[in-house]
């Protein structure tokens, strides 16, 4: 079972929003493992199929200088199904138009290279790890490398951005940024 610890407050000046809603939404990407394991329910524990319950993430919303670029996105620990944990970098685009927020014209993308660290139990750090990229009409997604699962805390570390395409197709608009979330690791 992972699950998040309280994350710090984020700072004003860097204009953090999260989205409730927007977590929701991560659900389906929620993998069945092959072990069982309770998950910790507030007045009692019920049984669960999977290892992780449900995603466990950080959640984000960045904007570029001029505010009328954002990336949300969320930084999660899924577990493998197999003994391992991975991590996964989700991200939405989103263009500012006169009647609200809609998708890019024609697409978005995740950077490459995508930088992450993670910080085990153990104290033990990745090396030069990379989310791939990876391209859709206004959302992505990019998994790390598996990792054997060591119980304890996690700090997974991020440095990521997408770009999207203008109306004429070429590539622009950057919004970066860096993050960390820190979970609690219990391994089946």
């Not at 079972?1 to 309280?6: R, Y």
Request: aromatic share 10%; net charge positive.
């Amino acid at each position: 079972m992972i699950t998040s610890l309280p994350r710090p407050r984020p700072r004003p000046a860097r204009r953090l929003r999260a989205g409730a809603a927007a977590l929701a939404a991560l659900g389906a990407l929620a993998l069945t493992a092959t072990t069982a394991a309770a998950a910790p329910a507030p007045r009692q524990a019920a049984p669960s199929t999977r290892t992780v319950a449900e995603p466990h993430c950080g959640e984000w919303v960045d904007y570029n200088g001029n505010e009328d670029r954002r990336m949300k996105s969320w930084l999660c620990l899924y577990d493998s199904g197999d003994g391992g944990i991975y991590p996964t970098l989700w991200t939405e685009c989103g263009w500012w138009k006169i009647i609200g927020w809609a998708d890019p014209p024609n697409g978005c993308r995740i950077w490459e290279p995508s930088s992450y660290e993670i910080t085990f139990p153990d104290g033990t750090k990745t090396k030069d790890a990379l989310f791939p990229g990876a391209s859709g009409k206004n959302s992505a997604a990019s998994n790390g490398s598996t990792y054997p699962c060591q119980n304890g805390t996690w700090k997974l570390w991020s440095y990521y951005g997408v770009q999207m395409k203008d109306i004429l197709g070429n590539w622009g608009s950057n919004v970066a940024a860096t993050h960390e979330v820190t979970f609690n690791v219990t391994c089946p």
